[in-house]
């Protein structure tokens, strides 16, 4: 009698707890088999930016490459590489490959051909960059730290700015970018002397810097040399507008963003007596070409036209009336 009791006791106790039970099962099967696919699902995100940025990147001497090929389903060879000062791979299977200046996508084809063709049927070959030793750049100028940088990756011009301690406050609003210039640098050619021979790339410092544009901000190339001149270095053309003609203080002004025809007149003291703001031009240079804009700023001051803005180097003239 006490042992059917019992158990009816222990049956009527495992009916009321095993919803329970079983609702516990439930979740923790749930947190199971829902976890790697999450986890899975974080890889493969956190893989296709790795990857992204790889594929953009070009190979260089010394760097890392991790090479893993797949057939039949599984992983065949996993082995990482150093790429040589010559540029070149020891790929498994293949041999000696020159790899300097392709892109992650170009070498995992060049891999793939020969796999497929004598080891392997569908064959997949999956690179990465290990590690970055070929990322290198050079600045110099009005920077509190100038010199050759090794970056792990693609870099920024803020990115570089920061890795050299930042600009001094001295410096000119204007940064040069000399693309494929480091082995001229390197062989002692002055930044000076060779910014003659190349067209630079010019970024506008006063706008990245002290209006935080960051449009200006552009990622830079393997190689790349940077020269920030200091403010009194600077040309003139690079940094101040020029008012002459019928104004009260006639001369040369420094640049500022935004700055128009009609503020520089401002700058300039105003009008005088005999001026005809009317006829005002702006002569506008660059290396080969110069342009004339015709202004009236009567029609600007009156608000019936818009002013125009002004670009370092510019020149104001400012006519005499005819009388």
Request: glycine share 8%; aromatic share 8%.
């Amino acid at each position: 009698m006490v042992v059917i009791c019992l158990f009816h006791f222990f049956a009527s106790l495992l009916f009321l707890i095993s919803p329970i039970i079983m609702n516990g099962l439930i979740k923790i099967t749930k947190y199971i088999f829902i976890t790697p696919f999450i986890i899975a699902a974080g890889l493969l995100i956190f893989s296709g930016f790795s990857n992204a940025q790889d594929n953009d990147y070009l190979i260089g001497p010394r760097d890392v490459l991790t090479l893993i090929i797949y057939a039949g389903g599984e992983e065949q060879q996993k082995v990482d590489l150093t790429v040589s000062s010559q540029g070149t791979i020891n790929a498994p299977f293949i041999g000696p490959i020159n790899v300097k200046g392709m892109s992650i996508r170009q070498l995992e084809s060049t891999i793939t051909g020969p796999l497929a063709k004598n080891y392997f049927v569908n064959p997949q070959v999956n690179i990465r960059v290990k590690e970055y030793h070929s990322l290198h750049y050079y600045i110099s100028g009005a920077v509190k730290s100038p010199g050759m940088y090794e970056m792990s990756s693609k870099t920024s011009l803020m990115e570089l700015l920061a890795k050299a301690g930042g600009v001094l406050p001295e410096r000119g609003n204007v940064a040069y970018i000399l693309r494929e210039s480091l082995e001229k640098i390197q062989e002692g050619e002055k930044i000076e002397d060779f910014l003659l021979q190349k067209d630079p790339i010019k970024i506008d410092l006063k706008r990245l810097l002290d209006l935080g544009d960051m449009s200006y901000n552009i990622v830079l190339q393997p190689g790349d040399v940077i020269y920030i001149p200091l403010e009194k270095t600077l040309d003139l053309a690079e940094s101040k507008i020029y008012v002459e003609g019928e104004v009260k203080k006639p001369g040369v002004y420094d640049f500022q963003v935004g700055l128009t025809a009609m503020n520089a007149c401002i700058m300039a003291g105003g009008f005088d007596k005999f001026a005809a703001p009317n006829r005002t031009k702006i002569i506008r240079r660059d290396k080969e070409n110069q342009e004339i804009i015709k202004i009236n700023l009567d029609d600007v001051r009156e608000g019936k036209i818009p002013d125009i803005e002004l670009k370092p180097g510019d020149r104001i003239h400012v006519p005499e009336a005819w009388l």
